[in-house]
């Protein structure tokens, strides 16, 4: 992996197929780039406040996840594209024995989500600011992780940007990479289309085994409790929520 960095002090996109040696399928992302946004002033002064103890951008630096928590043995859940994380928010306190750990490419998402974990004393919920695909695959070691979370992924409708979709061969097989055996792999989307798209990809990674939803025994919470504000949208022009869960061989 090419660990020389951008003049705007980000790591270059990985060549993953050159890195995992496959010819499956990742997300054409283009150049890694952050979403802009505005914080208000009381955003900005609690980012500064707490992002040193509560946040990482992107890096090469592998997360020790044990000390960053301040706490050992518990389970690890990283949630892609957590957007203002409402939900990641109201499912915290049921979850109070599992880390959480947000990555999100929007700045002002990433300070919402700062202000309900400061302003609730959520200690169980970290966030990583880059792209998903990017944060998996240079801070997380493989087989470190307990479940991954992909609600609402943006669906690229556009036939021409359905390669920019996260769900694809390749992404399935690092997200497997990273989840230790037994490890829960969680979809949810209310695009029509887009689940067509994942339906066609159920079974295309080995290591994973579908298991259809709902799965009464499955080992980590998969009610996400509120309603967040893509799925919203989504109900008001009657879309229907489908949802996937995967296990870990």
């Known amino acids: 992996m090419d660990n020389t960095e951008t003049t705007s002090g980000r790591p270059p996109q990985t060549d993953f197929n050159t890195v995992f040696n496959n010819d499956l399928d990742y997300p054409r992302l283009g150049n890694v780039t952050f979403r802009r946004g505005t914080l208000t002033e009381n955003q900005e002064a ?4 707490n992002w040193p103890v509560l946040g990482k951008d992107l890096s ?3 997360i020790d996840i044990d000390s960053w928590f301040g706490r050992s043995g ?4 990283v949630e892609i594209g957590s957007g203002t994380g409402t939900s990641t928010a109201a499912m915290a306190p049921l979850e109070a024995d599992t880390n959480v750990i947000a990555v999100e490419l929007y700045k002002p998402g990433l300070a919402k989500l700062m202000g309900q974990v400061v302003r609730n004393d959520l200690d169980n919920i970290r966030m990583v600011r880059g792209d998903g695909v990017e944060v998996l695959v240079r801070m997380f070691e493989p087989e470190s992780l307990d479940g991954l979370r992909v609600f609402f992924p943006d669906p690229w409708p556009k036939a021409r940007h359905n ?7 390749g992404t399935l097989n690092l997200f497997a990479s990273r989840l230790k055996k037994g490890g829960v792999l969680h979809v949810a989307t209310d695009h029509a289309d ?6 066609e990809l159920i079974h295309v990674e080995p290591t994973l085994e579908y298991k259809g939803w709902p799965w009464e025994s499955c080992p980590q919470l998969t009610n996400r409790q509120v309603i967040t ?3 919203g949208k989504g109900l008001d022009k009657d879309h229907v929520i489908t949802e996937y869960l995967w296990e870990k061989k």
Do not use: G, V
């Open 46 to 49: 609690l980012f500064t406040e």
């Open 60 to 62: 090469d630096e592998i």
């Open 74 to 77: 518990h389970k690890t859940i």
């Open 163 to 169: 390669k920019r979709r996260i769900i694809q061969s």
């Open 194 to 199: 887009y689940a067509e798209w994942i339906n």
């Open 229 to 231: 504000k893509f799925e």
